[in-house]
């Protein structure tokens, strides 16, 4: 059941009250064991070029494509777009402080990077919706009882219907999993090779090595040991600022005393392969996200033939399941119970399809009847290409698609 209008005032005067002014005061992040020796987190994750593309990728594809809300129509089974349905509202304007495009964004990297997205729906006193207001995912607990849904968040508890929440993966039906928990060993292998190179270079590529020194010569470095031990961080000193200052260290020559002997270490076959794994770890983050390589930049088995359909690809298999999750919980949520026959939501995902423009327009020619029946208006095309409305006759036809009036003639 709803809870009275009061308490829902007392949540949203709570939710920007001088000390929570922002909806996440602080940023929730859960670090995850794996065997790399590299702390993964959802923000440590991020630092993982691949994974940062993916979820950029994904989130700018969803926020970027046209949002409708439909109403079905008994006309040969058409559909019109409902403008003014309060719920088709909240997909240009969701709430005061943030746009359609920003709104969507945040949902969807919440949902790669926790496995759930939550949003307050504030209504008005007639029970319709005004706005969607995002909620940290760490401040929220789910209970069930008596079959209902509820949501505990600062201390308040909600119906299933006061919360919009988008979830993936689930153990349990009520929530959805942490992929960065299950990718961790993924993601904390990338981070630890791209730190390990990094190191190498920021160390001017110098592996380190053993200074020998003969025994006759140590009584140069004093005759206490702290003056020895102080007599060996100058040497160290002196070493690290000439031969490992980064790439300003790179060409220099090593120059020490006379009867020293210096032994470098040797990169092993298992170091050296851990860096060429950066290549492979690339493959691993794009498996996860559902994103092919060529839109990680990765083009070594890309070819002409076989891009656009990775391209598609990529729509159907990483962008489709989140845009149709989206349009359920919108369905299920902002529309009443009555309304959810006629009315749905649409992301349109066409757009990210489009072929190349003569492509396109072979493909509306077919459509249009070429050599069979068509299926498809002028009118219809040109919505599909954001063309506005235009008189059928002032369209250019060709002499065999123009009607004929024929006049009758008299007999001679």
Known sequence: MMQPIKSIKKFFNSFFSSEQARPFPSVGADKFGNDSGVNVSEQTALSHLAFYRCVTLLAGSIASQPKHLFERSDQRRGKTIDRDHPAAQLLENPNDFQNSYQFFFFLVTHLLLYGNFYGYIRRNRFYQVEAIIPVAPWEVQISIQDGHKYFKYRGNRYGNDQFLHVYGLSLDALKGVNPIKYASQSIGLGLAAEKMQASAFGRGLNLGGVIEMPEDMQGIMGSTEEEAAQYMERVRDSFKKLYQNGPESWHEIMFIEPGWDFQQFELNFETAQLIETRKFEVADIARLMGVPLHKLMELDRATKENIEQQGIEF??????????????????????????????FKINLDGLMRADIKSRYEAYSIALGKNAPGFMSPDEIRELEDLGDISEDELFKPDNMNKQHLQPTSNP
């Open 315 to 344: 729509v159907q298999d990483g962008v489709l399941p989140i845009a149709s999750n989206i349009e359920a919980e919108f369905k299920k949520k902002l529309l009443p119970p009555d309304q959810r026959g006629q009315r749905f």
